[in-house]
C-alpha cells in the first residue's frame, strides 16, 4: 500500500515537472515581476534545487501538514480538510441512491429478460450510461432551480447546523452523481444474474423446492452480488478520493474534488500532488475494504483454508 | 376399491424446444412407471434426452422455448401443470433430485450444512438449531465422517465423493419417496462411484426408496437397477427388467451398449466394441427408426416407425425394432453370447 502511494506520487510529481506548463515561480511572481523577485521566489520555493530535493522536500511539507499552494499561499490540507466533509456527504448519499436502485432495478430486469419493464429499465440505464453529468447536472439545475424553485441552485449545508437543509441541497447532486452509477451497476448486476441463474446450484435450489423469490434472493443474487462489490470498492474510493469533480463544480460544492479542478486550471502542484495521495489513499483503503468483504462474500478466497478438509 | 396408483406415472412425455434451426425434440413420447421401492435406470448416450426427461418431472425444464406435452403423476397428481404451491412442496419432500456434477450443484457460498438447512426449512416451520441437527444426522446416515465438524464447512472444503452425499443427504432431508439421480457417479472416480451406489442401494433397501437412476453407464445400471429404459434419440428403444436388458438384449443399439462394456470375464478382443457414428441431430430427425442410419442390421421396413412393444423378448421386455425374433437371435450369437455383433459388411 505505501509502495503504491510513493509510485503514484513521483509519477505525478514527475508528470507535472515533464509537461510544459511554464514556470511556476513566473506565475507565483505575478504581474509586477523583476528579475530580483523572480530569484528570491526560486530561492524560497527551491526551484533550483536538484528535482528529487524538490520532491522530497513535498513529501515532508505533506506529511507534516506544512504545504501550501504556490498561487493562493494557502495550506493546502486545510483547504482538503475543508473539501473533505463536503465531498463525503455527496458520496454517502449518491452510494446509498445507487446501490439501491442499481440492485432494485438489476433484479426486477434480470426477473424476466425481454420483459417490457426489462426493456424500459434498460433504456433508462442506457441514458443514465450515456449522458454526461454535467449536462444532466444542468437540465436539473435549470427545470427544478431555476424554472421551479423546487430544489436549492446548489451550494452547501453543513449536515450539524441543519440536516434537512442539508439533505435539501444535497438531493440534486446525490441524483445527478448515481444516475451513472445505477446504469452501469444495474446493467452489471442484471448479466450477473442472469448468468448465474444458468449455474447448476441454483437448479439444486429449485429441486429442493424453495419458491422462484427465494431462489433468486439467497441463490442468484447473493452470488452475482460479488463482481459488484470489487467495482464498488474502486468506485466510492475514486469519488471521495475527489472524483466528484465535475457534479462538485456543477452545483457549486466546495469540496476536494471542486478544489482539484482549481489547482489543476492554475497548474498549482502542491494540491494537485496533495489531493492525487489523498485519492490515491482512499482508493487503496477500498481496495482493502473490498478484499475483506470478498473474503466474506465467497468463502473460497479466504486464506488458508482452502487446502484443509479436502478428504 | 380401484387399484392403488402408482407411485409415479409418465405418460406420453415430450419436450420440445424451439432453436434458431427449428424444432428440437428432446423427449418424444416417453412412458414408463415407478413403484415405491423400485430402482429404474434410464439409460442412453449423450443428448439421448434421458436428462431432460428426469428433470422435467419435476417442473426444472424452464427455458421459454420448452414445448412441454404429455402427463406425469405422481400418486395420481398431475405435476405438469401443477401450480407453484404444488411443485414447491412435492419438490424434496416427495420427489428429490441430485446431480451430476456436485461441485457446482452446491452453492459454493454457503456452507454445506447450511444448505440441507435450507432444504429443511423450506418444507418444515422448525429452528435452527432443530434443523441444523438434523442436517448433522443426514450427514452421518449417508456416510460424512466426522458431520458434527462438517456441517460448517464450504462445499470446496469437500471432496467430489463427500461432495455428492452431501447431495444426498441434502435430497433425502425430507424423507422423499423418490430420488431422480441424473448421473450421480459421473463425474466420481471408480472406486467412488462404487460407494455412492452403494449408499443409493442402502438406502433403496433401507427406506424403501424409489430411485431413478439416469446413466450413459451400463455398467452403473448392472449393479442396482430393478428395471431398465434405454433411450435413443428422445424415444425409449427398449424397456425391460435388468436380467432381460442384460441376458436377453432386443434393440440393436442395447447390443451396442452392451457391447461396449468391456469385459474381464472374456478374452480379450482386438479391441473394444463401439457404437457407430455420432448420435443423431434431434431436429428434422428421419421418419422411422431414429437408430437406422447407425444400424448395422437396418434394412427395408426400418423407414417405418417401429411401436414399443413386446416383439422377441419376454413378458413386460419391449422394444422397437422390426428384426424378426429368430434374426435377432442369430445376430446376436454372430459373435459373443449376448449379442455381440460386428457391423456387418
Not at chain 1, 426489462?118 to 454535467?134: C, K, N
Not at chain 2, 450444512?113 to 446416515?141: C, F, P
Not at chain 2, 431414429?290 to 419376454?314: I, Y
Request: glycine fraction near 8%.
Amino acid at each position: 500500500m505505501i509502495f503504491v502511494l510513493f509510485a503514484i506520487s513521483v509519477i505525478v510529481f514527475l508528470i507535472f515537472n515533464v509537461i510544459p506548463n511554464g514556470s511556476p515561480a513566473l506565475r507565483i511572481c505575478g504581474k509586477n515581476c523583476n528579475a530580483a523577485l523572480l530569484h528570491q521566489i526560486k530561492i524560497d520555493f527551491g526551484f533550483n534545487d536538484p528535482i528529487y530535493v524538490q520532491y522530497f522536500t513535498m513529501m515532508k511539507q505533506i506529511f507534516t501538514g506544512t504545504l501550501v499552494s504556490y498561487n493562493s499561499q494557502l495550506n493546502v490540507l486545510d483547504q482538503i480538510k475543508q473539501g473533505i466533509p463536503i465531498t463525503f456527504s455527496l458520496c454517502i448519499g449518491a452510494v446509498f441512491i445507487w446501490m439501491t436502485f442499481a440492485v432494485f432495478l438489476g433484479y426486477v430486469s434480470a426477473i424476466k429478460p425481454g420483459s417490457f419493464r426489462d426493456r424500459a429499465i434498460t433504456v433508462v440505464t442506457a441514458i443514465g450510461i450515456s449522458m454526461p453529468s454535467f449536462f444532466l447536472g444542468a437540465l436539473l439545475l435549470y427545470y427544478l432551480t431555476s424554472k421551479t424553485s423546487i430544489f436549492p441552485p446548489g451550494g452547501y449545508v453543513g449536515f450539524l447546523s441543519n440536516p434537512l437543509d442539508w439533505a435539501y441541497h444535497l438531493i440534486l447532486p446525490w441524483f445527478t452523481l448515481a444516475f451513472l452509477f445505477i446504469g452501469i451497476y444495474c446493467r452489471l448486476l442484471r448479466s450477473n444474474m442472469l448468468d448465474v441463474m444458468n449455474e447448476d446450484y441454483v437448479r439444486t435450489a429449485r429441486a429442493k423446492g424453495l419458491t422462484e423469490r427465494q431462489v433468486r434472493i439467497r441463490h442468484v443474487l447473493r452470488n452475482s452480488m460479488v463482481p459488484i462489490v470489487t467495482l464498488f470498492g474502486l468506485d466510492v474510493g475514486a469519488l471521495i478520493g475527489g472524483g466528484a469533480i465535475i457534479i462538485e463544480f456543477v452545483y457549486n460544492l466546495p469540496g476536494v474534488g471542486d478544489y482539484a479542478a482549481t489547482s489543476i486550471s492554475n497548474l498549482d502542484l502542491p494540491p494537485i500532488m496533495a489531493i492525487t495521495l489523498f485519492g490515491a489513499f482512499f482508493i487503496v483503503l477500498f481496495n482493502a475494504f473490498v478484499d475483506i468483504a470478498y473474503a466474506y462474500l465467497d468463502p473460497r478466497v479466504r486464506l488458508g483454508e482452502s487446502a484443509e478438509g479436502a478428504v | 376399491m380401484s387399484p392403488a396408483p402408482k407411485l409415479l406415472e409418465v405418460d406420453d412425455l415430450r419436450v420440445k424446444f424451439l432453436t434458431e434451426d427449428g424444432m428440437l425434440t428432446a423427449v418424444d413420447g416417453v412412458s414408463f412407471e415407478l413403484d415405491t421401492g423400485e430402482v429404474l435406470a434410464i439409460v442412453g448416450e449423450s443428448g439421448c434426452g434421458k436428462s431432460v426427461t428426469s428433470q422435467t418431472m419435476m417442473g426444472l425444464t424452464r427455458s421459454p422455448n420448452a414445448r412441454i406435452e404429455g402427463s406425469v403423476k405422481y400418486k395420481s397428481e398431475e405435476l405438469l401443470d401443477a401450480p407453484d404451491e404444488v411443485l414447491h412442496r412435492i419438490r424434496g419432500e416427495e420427489l428429490a433430485m441430485i446431480f451430476q456434477d456436485p461441485i457446482s450443484a452446491l452453492n459454493p457460498v454457503y456452507k454445506v450444512g447450511a444448505q440441507i438447512v435450507e432444504a429443511i426449512q423450506a418444507h418444515e416451520d422448525v429452528s435452527d438449531e432443530i434443523a441444523k441437527r438434523r442436517a448433522t444426522e443426514l450427514m452421518a446416515e449417508v456416510g460424512i465422517p466426522d458431520p458434527a465438524r462438517r456441517v460448517d464447512e464450504y462445499p470446496h472444503e469437500f471432496s467430489g465423493g463427500m461432495r455428492q452425499r452431501a447431495m444426498i443427504a441434502m435430497a433425502l432431508a425430507l424423507e422423499p419417496n423418490v430420488l431422480i439421480a441424473d448421473e450421480p457417479t459421473t463425474a466420481l472416480d471408480v472406486t467412488i462411484q462404487a460407494q455412492i451406489l452403494r449408499l443409493l442401494k442402502r438406502l433403496n433397501e433401507d427406506r424403501g426408496l424409489a430411485v431413478i437412476m439416469v446413466t450413459h453407464d451400463l455398467g452403473v445400471v448392472a449393479d442396482i437397477a430393478d428395471r431398465v429404459l434405454v433411450m435413443y434419440a428422445g424415444r425409449v428403444v427398449e424397456s425391460g427388467s435388468l436380467d432381460q436388458i442384460f441376458y436377453d438384449p432386443q434393440h440393436p443399439y442395447t447390443w451396442g451398449l452392451i457391447g461396449s462394456i468391456t469385459r474381464l470375464d472374456r478374452p480379450p478382443t482386438h479391441r473394444l466394441a463401439q457404437i457407430k457414428g455420432q448420435p443423431p441431430s434431434l431436429i428434422g430427425l428421419p421418419a422411422g427408426c431414429h437408430f437406422r442410419p447407425r444400424c448395422p442390421h437396418a434394412f427395408d421396413r426400418c423407414t417405418e416407425p417401429p411401436g414399443l412393444e413386446v416383439r422377441g423378448g419376454g413378458a413386460g421386455h419391449e422394444d422397437r425394432c422390426w428384426l424378426s425374433a429368430e434374426k435377432k437371435k442369430t445376430l446376436r450369437v454372430v459373435e459373443g453370447d449376448i449379442g455381440l455383433e460386428a457391423p456387418a459388411a
